[in-house]
């Protein structure tokens, strides 16, 4: 059965909600099939995918090409797709770029920041989840909340998220101990990065999971497998076969 918005705020506090990225048919499969919650279609796709320094350059026809795939690949998990910075300035252009993700099969969208927009969002039908805390569109990649007044601002937006009608939010690069507060004090299920392990749920990007991206490893990346160096083996392997005429056989020729 398809997972719901029901479903995912239901489980605040009773189970734990396990969210990953996916850019690609093959891999969002993989990870549906699997048993994975939430499929989120980050504009991490800028860095880990596209090869850019930072989500700044991704772009809605990005996102649209990149969401369509993860959905074709995906039957029961839930989809977000993330909103590119610059595509929900204000509610108009925020309205009309949410509605085409949700055409090509997305379920919710994710804004950084923003509770006003969201909200607007939201009383338009669109599932939004909010993303607070170090948010890579507009901060540094340094952890956010360490002193009281960043750390109260932080609180603020994550309360004004569930005002805001969003059915759940990411928690990014904030110590565990603000984490815990805000997933204490919000009736929503907050989805940490980065944030200690007190939050409703838990979120990595795929590529750093899976050891297919090589520029950043921040300490919170759990390496749960080393694909990038079975990756090198293999084309080694097959370059080496191709040189020395061991490949392609007999057996792979027609006849
Ligand atoms: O773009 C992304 O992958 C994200 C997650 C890190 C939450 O926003």
Do not use: W
């Amino acid at each position: 059965m398809k997972t719901t918005v029901e479903k995912i705020k239901s489980m605040k506090g009773k189970e734990k909600i396990v969210m990953i990225t996916g850019y690609d048919y093959f891999t969002s499969k993989m990870e549906d099939e699997a048993g994975i919650d939430i499929i989120l279609i980050g504009d991490s796709l800028g860095m880990v995918v596209l090869g850019y320094e930072n989500t700044l350059s991704v772009t809605m026809e990005d996102m649209l090409r990149h969401t369509a795939a993860v959905v074709r690949g995906a039957k029961k998990a839930f989809i977000v797709a993330d909103m590119p910075v610059g595509t929900f300035d204000n509610n108009e252009d925020a309205a009309l770029n949410a509605e085409a993700l949700m055409k090509v099969g997305a379920d919710a969208v994710k804004i950084e920041n923003k509770p006003e927009i969201a909200e607007f969002l939201v009383g338009n039908n669109i599932p939004v989840m909010g993303h607070v805390g170090l948010t890579p569109q507009t901060k540094e990649f340094k952890v956010q909340g360490k002193d009281e007044e960043s750390a109260n601002e932080i609180m603020q937006l994550a309360k004004q998220c569930e005002k805001a009608g969003c059915f759940s939010v990411v928690l990014e690069g904030i110590p565990r101990d603000l984490a815990k507060k805000i997933t204490e004090s919000t009736s929503i299920p907050t989805i940490g990065i980065g944030a200690g392990p007190d939050c409703d749920g838990q979120v990595l990007v795929s590529n750093d999971m899976l050891g297919l991206y090589d520029k950043l490893s921040p300490k919170f990346a759990k390496r749960y497998a080393d694909l990038g160096i079975e990756m090198k083996k293999a084309f080694q392997n097959y370059i080496k076969e191709v040189k020395e005429k061991k490949f392609p056989e007999d057996k792979h020729s027609f006849h």
